[in-house]
């Protein structure tokens, strides 16, 4: 069970918005930015959101990242087919001193 | 272009050994930290270790330390794992990953990963 908590899944429908939701704690996400990847299948990991809400060239601006508190979000807007994918939140733990990853959350684009 | 790919994965009995490399190219590599990453089967991300640009800075997740080793080689631009007493949950995909530049705990390029099989 990771220290970072994300909702398994999430499902929307083409051109519809969702969100993602990590949920942590003052020691990793009430201290330090939040990342989110995408992962495709069948694929490495994409460095998606930094900083909270910075997006990498290439990235569109259909994604966008957010933080307040112990808690960070992801929003998908216009949602497309090929967003279909696990998305991974991740942040620097002061406590363990390490990188914790939130479990994942798998989106469905019905 | 960036360019990270793994090696050295395998099937390996319970309690061996292996060690994984990751080649760079397309990067100053001694200017950046470098990051193990893995995925058990059906399982999500986990972070494992990080080395700094000059291997002065190492951290381990709690589940490897004792028994995975961290290193790299500027000359070569080669990133190792040693990992010792392999435990069949340390069956993964490992991937390395490049820390990006100030921001040490964002990776901002991937290899494709090696898949390590632990079991008799």
């Known amino acids: 069970q990771s220290v970072v908590t994300q909702s398994p899944s999430v499902s929307g429908t083409p051109g519809q918005g969702v969100a993602i939701s990590c949920s942590g704690s003052g020691s990793n996400i009430g201290s330090n930015t939040v990342n989110w990847y995408q992962m495709l299948p069948g694929t490495a990991p994409k460095l998606l959101i930094y900083g909270d809400n910075q997006r990498p060239s290439g990235v569109p601006d259909r994604f966008s990242g957010s933080r307040s508190g112990t808690s960070a979000s992801l929003a998908i807007s216009g949602l497309q087919s090929e967003d279909e994918a696990d998305y991974y939140c991740t942040v620097w733990d002061d406590g363990l001193n390490g990188v914790v990853f939130g479990g994942g959350t798998k989106l469905t684009v019905l | 272009e960036v360019q990270l790919v793994e090696s050295g994965g395998g099937l390996v009995q319970p309690g061996g050994s292996l060690r994984l490399s990751c080649a760079a190219s397309?990067?100053?590599?001694?200017?950046?930290?470098l990051n193990w990453v893995r995925q058990a089967p059906g399982k999500g991300l986990e972070w494992v270790s990080y080395?700094?640009?000059?291997?002065?800075?190492?951290h381990y997740a709690d589940f490897v330390k004792d028994r995975f080793i961290i290193s790299r080689d500027n000359g070569k631009k080669v990133l190792y794992l040693q990992m010792n007493s392999l435990r069949a949950e340390d069956s993964a995909i490992y991937y390395c990953?490049?820390?990006?530049?100030?921001?040490?705990?964002?990776?901002?390029?991937w290899g494709p990963g090696t898949q390590v099989f632990v079991s008799s």
């Open positions: 080395i700094s640009s000059t291997s002065t800075t190492l």
């Open positions: 990953a490049r820390a990006a530049r100030f921001l040490e705990w964002t990776f901002d390029f």
């Open positions: 397309g990067l100053r590599f001694s200017g950046y930290g």
